[in-house]
């Protein structure tokens, strides 16, 4: 039975340390891991900008260039979406939530949030990771394959002081 963890880090470095963590620690597969963010790089200071610094590319990278490096944190196999959802700006999302989330009818903010709760996340708590993602916040989300990767996944990401999402 697969169990859905997921959890807001505030930066891209973050992000990156607890992808990082995941597959040494937790042996979860790039593959289970999904990433969601807001691109703000049309302001020059952007979650993606910054994941582009945090990965060690060059900084320069804007736009899609930054979103494919923020999809490079999982692996050059990660399904990825990118869509401007009215009221939030542009939302990129990679892995396996990149997948769902790209055969979903996302408009607005508000349908964001009705994805979210989609995955299982109740509906307050859904409108918060909503809200989270607007204002520059990064979802980490692993579909761990065992209890015991789900509970090492917990572990990870309150380690690394991330806002648990679940």
Same mark, same amino acid.
């Given at each position: 039975? @697969?169990?859905?963890?997921?959890? =807001? $880090?505030?930066?891209?470095?973050?992000?990156?340390?607890?992808? !990082? !963590?995941?597959?040494?620690?937790?042996?979860? @597969?790039?593959? @289970?891991?999904? =990433?969601?963010? +807001?691109? @703000?790089?049309?302001?020059?200071?952007?979650?993606?900008?910054?994941? #582009?610094?945090?990965?060690?590319?060059?900084? $320069?990278?804007?736009?899609?260039?930054?979103?494919?490096?923020?999809?490079?944190? =999982?692996? #050059?196999?990660? +399904?990825?979406?990118? +869509?401007?959802?009215?009221?939030?700006?542009?939302?990129?999302?990679?892995?396996?939530?990149?997948?769902?989330?790209?055969?979903?009818? =996302?408009?607005?903010?508000?349908?964001?949030?009705?994805?979210?709760?989609?995955?299982?996340?109740?509906?307050?708590?859904?409108?918060?990771?909503?809200?989270?993602?607007?204002?520059?916040?990064?979802?980490?989300?692993?579909?761990?394959?065992?209890?015991?990767?789900?509970?090492?996944?917990? +572990?990870?990401?309150?380690?690394?002081?991330?806002?648990?999402?679940?």
């Amino acid at each position: 039975m @697969d169990h859905t963890v997921m959890a =807001l $880090a505030e930066k891209p470095v973050d992000a990156q340390r607890i992808i !990082d !963590d995941l597959t040494s620690l937790c042996v979860c @597969d790039r593959s @289970d891991i999904s =990433l969601v963010a +807001r691109d @703000d790089s049309q302001q020059g200071s952007g979650v993606l900008s910054e994941a #582009a610094r945090a990965t060690g590319q060059l900084a $320069a990278a804007a736009g899609a260039a930054a979103a494919s490096t923020l999809g490079s944190m =999982l692996g #050059a196999g990660s +399904r990825a979406m990118t +869509r401007n959802v009215s009221g939030f700006g542009v939302l990129n999302a990679f892995g396996q939530l990149g997948g769902m989330l790209s055969r979903t009818a =996302l408009a607005t903010a508000e349908d964001l949030g009705k994805a979210f709760k989609d995955l299982g996340v109740e509906g307050e708590l859904a409108r918060e990771h909503a809200e989270a993602l607007r204002q520059g916040g990064i979802l980490v989300v692993v579909h761990a394959k065992t209890g015991k990767m789900a509970e090492c996944a917990r +572990r990870v990401m309150a380690t690394h002081g991330t806002v648990p999402a679940q």
